[in-house]
Nanobody
């Protein structure tokens, strides 16, 4: 019974910021990889950022690099996605996903992720 819960979504204006949170139970994310995916209306789900929890190595998709930052808080068993300079094209449902692999995290292989949250809506107005 692995549960993944995202929170922090909402409605913001262009240029604004949001911080998403992802908590997992009962597994601790220090033993596996965590990624953020998003899916806009009518589009395919895409990986935007991931972190290899074992050593903190991170990856970002080019469209968010420099604007989004993934981080972790081991004490709280929480992974964050800080989103700055948000634009309307960032509007989507954002999902947190877990991969039990110990290797490098991947954004192009969503099927490798074992557990997914229900998603949190992020809407950016122009």
């Amino acid at each position: 019974q692995v549960q993944v819960v995202e929170s922090g979504g909402g409605l913001v204006q262009s240029g604004g910021s949001l911080r998403l949170s992802c908590t997992t139970s009962p597994l601790t994310w220090t033993h596996y990889n965590i990624a953020w995916f998003r899916q806009a209306p009518g589009k395919e789900r895409e990986g935007i950022s991931c972190i290899r929890s074992r050593d903190g190595t991170t990856n970002y998709v080019n469209s968010v690099k420099g604007r989004f930052t993934i981080s972790r808080d081991s004490a709280k068993n929480t992974v964050y996605l800080q989103m700055d300079s948000l634009q309307p094209e960032d509007t989507a449902v954002y999902y947190c996903a877990l991969d039990l692999r110990l290797g490098p995290c991947r954004l192009d292989r969503p099927k490798e992720y074992d557990y997914w949250g229900q998603g949190t809506q992020v809407t950016v107005s122009s």
